[in-house]
């Protein structure tokens, strides 16, 4: 690009007189500035001097990544949520959702309200760019101009934030769900304001059951009610989805939605990948029973498994026995920690804590509890239904169910194939 063309698209995007862009062009090359790097001063210096003259150029939402300066986009609203935030000390509205366009889709928060609602195609001049979780994001502030257009723009992505509770991910806004209300339990916290009420528990619908917490306890959620949930967002809470009912979501009765009585089936690789799902079901092969099954003490006060009476918070205790089980589960496609607490564990040991004690005492060995469990679960296959979750040391699964799989091996071979061949 020569010099002169520059000065024409620099003074055309800033609304500037082109002879003292061209002046100032030629001054920065002088000092052997790169044409690239004069032209990004410059835009700076006309962005901050001024006053929102600049409009940066048009740019497709595939275009933006987190190096990205400040851009004018054309595009969708796809979805608008609500938040209140703490910043600066001072409660704030935010609004934030998808945009999309006919490249791609980002996530945007806008700081002040442009009124903005699914559906409409807008154009935002000026919106900044920054880092989410690794991803660009774009930022509407007071700087940003937001036009709403007559004209439609089609894009490839669904407006609108109706979801199943399948499809549900943590960072998701502006959701809409309907759902049965599966359990509840009313519980008071130390809020940033006080104590405060919130309700929370376990919603469902055909697809899945997730976790939730209503931070604003709306009468209609109640006890098995079926609701429709306006503008909720989703967090990741002790590693799976959770959805947040906030003091912004609508929350209206709907007739009854069906629950799914059975747990998603996936393969570990899916449950994994997924950064955690709250109910799945799981078949694999125990491959060994880990250190720590069998007969284990807790901390009276903590609950924590301790070794030599010494608990990590409380010091010297008086430690409780229990039983309990974690079993690597391997599918085929990754493994899984299986985690049974006492019930499930008596059960795969046959027999009680009360039992499992004799049993050491008459072997004068607590090793012997977790032995015999391994010696009837390693090489088995297993069905197992649960909560997992995923952090830095792997994937656990806290099993609600877990119970040999005495069904036809090919056969089920067969299913999960056709599953994940369509
Ligand atoms: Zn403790």
Same mark, same amino acid.
């Given at each position: 690009m020569s010099l002169e063309d520059a000065a024409e698209e620099l003074a055309s995007?800033?609304?500037? @007189?082109?002879?003292?862009?061209? =002046?100032?062009? =030629?001054?920065?090359?002088?000092?052997?500035?790169?044409?690239?790097?004069?032209k990004g001063s410059i835009r700076r210096e006309f962005g901050d001097a001024g006053g929102g003259a600049a409009t940066p150029s048009e740019t497709d939402v595939a275009d933006i990544d987190t190096e990205t300066g400040n851009v004018t986009v054309n595009a969708r609203v796809l979805t608008v949520g609500k938040r209140s935030i703490r910043y600066d000390g001072d409660e704030q509205v935010i609004y934030e959702g998808e945009l999309a366009d006919e490249t791609g889709a980002i996530s945007y928060t806008a700081w002040t309200d442009f009124s903005l609602s699914p559906g409409d195609t807008i154009t935002a001049g000026n919106a900044g760019v920054r880092e989410w979780e690794g991803d660009p994001e774009l930022n509407l502030s007071e700087s940003t101009t937001v036009t709403v257009q007559e004209e439609t723009l089609e894009v490839p992505d669904e407006v609108g934030g109706e979801r199943d509770l399948i499809d549900l991910q943590p960072g998701d806004r502006g959701r809409t769900v309907e759902v049965s209300v599966v359990e509840l339990e009313r519980k008071t916290i130390d809020g940033r304001d006080g104590e405060t009420e919130i309700k929370s528990g376990v919603l469902g619908d055909e697809?899945?059951?997730?976790?939730?917490?209503?931070? %604003?306890?709306?009468? %209609?959620?109640?006890? @098995?009610?079926?609701v429709r949930l306006e503008d909720v967002h989703v967090r990741e809470f002790r590693g799976v989805p959770s959805v947040n009912v906030t003091e912004f979501s609508t929350v209206e009765p709907v007739a009854d939605v069906e629950v799914s009585e059975s747990a998603t089936r996936m393969s570990v690789r899916e449950a994994v990948d997924a950064g955690g799902v709250f109910d799945v079901e799981l078949v694999g092969n125990v491959l060994e029973v880990r250190d720590g099954s069998g007969l284990i003490q807790r901390c009276p006060e903590c609950g924590r498994v301790v070794q030599n009476d010494q608990c990590r918070n409380h010091g010297d205790v008086d430690p409780e026995d229990d039983l309990r089980v974690k079993a690597i589960l391997d599918d085929g496609t990754d493994t899984v920690t299986a985690i049974l607490d006492r019930e499930a564990t008596e059960a795969v040991y046959g027999g009680t804590l009360a039992d499992a004690l004799d049993q050491a005492r008459d072997a004068m060995d607590r090793d012997v509890v977790a032995e015999s469990i391994a010696a009837d679960v390693v090489g088995g296959e297993y069905r197992v239904r649960g909560a997992l979750s995923v952090d830095e040391y792997g994937a656990n699964l806290d099993c609600e169910d877990f119970e040999a799989a005495d069904d036809d091996p090919e056969a089920r071979a067969r299913e999960f194939l056709a599953e994940v061949e369509p």
């Open positions: 995007d800033l609304g500037a @007189d082109k002879a003292e862009v061209r =002046e100032k062009l =030629e001054t920065l090359q002088s000092y052997s500035v790169p044409l690239d790097e004069a697809t899945a059951r997730l976790p939730f917490t209503d931070w %604003a306890p709306h009468d %209609a959620i109640a006890a @098995d009610a079926s």
